[in-house]
């Protein structure tokens, strides 16, 4: 409801939204190979906008959607080839099953060409979009200085794929080398999008930490990027997903502390701020290396899935919890979930059964 209202007040009072920046997409390929549907590679920079009508129907629908399984959505590896995106499948939320064969959904045709750690989620038009860093890993660690966006109405078609460059858009982003796996959670009180990313620029210093910026068309941003997590023992911090539990009202942050290399888990009442590390407790298993995680909420009811990349493994791990309040969460021996191929950092999304039926039938386990 407040994200009905907010929506409703931006619309009366016709604000005129800044736009920090825009990037421009690019129509070349890598190569002349085609797996699937490609990006459109269109950009536009005007700001699209909603009508409060479309704006409440979307948010019913979301309210009474009958959830019949799982879509998860990342990249597999450090190849060219491998930083595209890939599509899995679950009805469980326990065992994933690659879709299309194994082969990826969607790749990028600007920027660097190449995506890694996509993140999905539904708007509040009742549009899906896809937001992923724009980073050809061959070329280093600190080749990364923009973000890449998506557009779609079935999960199936993607458009609008739009750059969104970082590097040098205000003073404490000068020289940005990473701007990494972005992910995006809607602010009802601002009636616009947060998106919130690790970023490494001469004004971080050594560290790479978490910083945040608004945008209302997931095009382009309407304020500046700000710290929005940094630990204070000035190390890095890397990889945030912001969960908002209605039960208590506050904002669960899951991020990647690089002095443990494992997941914590810290809360804060404010959105933009207040996450602490001295209160952050460690969710995944002590001395194992992870990064990349996603939680999601069971569909069943059930509580809380923790998954998480043991990225110098080989392997996803994966933890449950009954409530996010507790702030524990408990490992699952590999028995008891699976996946038929080795996901790198992504995201998991709840679909319908139409949803799960139209993309089994688009891109087949068998991939024929």
Not at 76 to 82: I, M, R, V
Not at 319 to 330: I, K, N, Q, Y
Request: aromatic letters at 14%.
């Amino acid at each position: 409801m407040k994200s009905i209202i907010a929506m409703l007040l931006l619309a009366a009072t016709g604000l005129s939204l800044f736009a920090c920046t825009s990037g421009g997409g690019d129509s070349e390929t890598t190569d002349g190979s085609s797996s699937a549907s490609d990006s459109s590679g269109t950009e536009t920079t005007a700001q699209e906008t909603t009508s409060a009508d479309e704006t409440t129907a979307a948010t019913e629908n979301e309210e009474d959607e009958d959830y019949y399984g799982y879509l998860f959505v990342y990249f597999t590896g450090n190849d060219a080839s491998q930083e595209r995106v890939f599509y899995a499948l679950s009805k469980d939320g326990k065992n994933f099953r690659a879709l299309n064969g194994g082969e990826y959904i969607l790749r990028s045709k600007s920027g660097t060409r190449c995506i890694r750690d996509p993140f999905i989620f539904k708007g509040e038009d009742g549009y899906y979009y896809m937001i992923a860093t724009d980073m050809r890993s061959s070329l280093g660690w600190n080749s990364n200085n923009s973000l890449i966006t998506w557009k779609s109405e079935d999960l199936i078609e993607w458009t609008d794929e739009t750059i969104i460059e970082i590097d040098g858009i205000c003073a404490k982003t000068k020289n940005t080398d990473r701007a990494w796996a972005p992910q995006v959670i809607y602010d009802p009180d601002r009636g616009e999008y947060m998106i919130y990313f690790a970023l490494h620029s001469t004004y971080t210093g050594s560290a790479t930490v978490m910083y945040y910026a608004y945008t209302a068309d997931m095009k382009t941003l309407t304020t500046d990027p700000e710290l929005l997590f940094a630990p204070s023992s000035g190390n890095s911090a890397i990889d945030a997903d912001i969960i908002y539990n209605e039960t208590d009202g506050l904002y669960y942050m899951f991020y990647k502390d690089e002095t443990s290399g494992g997941i914590k888990l810290t809360s804060s009442a404010t959105l933009t701020g207040g996450y602490s590390d001295t209160d952050a407790v460690l969710v995944s298993q002590s001395g194992l290396a992870v990064e990349g995680s996603c939680t999601f909420k069971n569909i069943d009811g059930s509580g809380w899935t923790l998954i998480a990349d043991a990225y110098t493994s080989g392997y996803f791990t994966m933890s449950v919890a009954d409530t996010l309040e507790s702030m524990s969460f408990t490992s699952l021996s590999s028995s008891d979930f699976s996946f038929n191929f080795t996901p790198r950092h992504g995201y998991v999304i709840p679909i319908t059964e139409e949803q799960y039926k139209a993309l089994l039938e688009a891109y087949p386990y068998s991939g024929s």
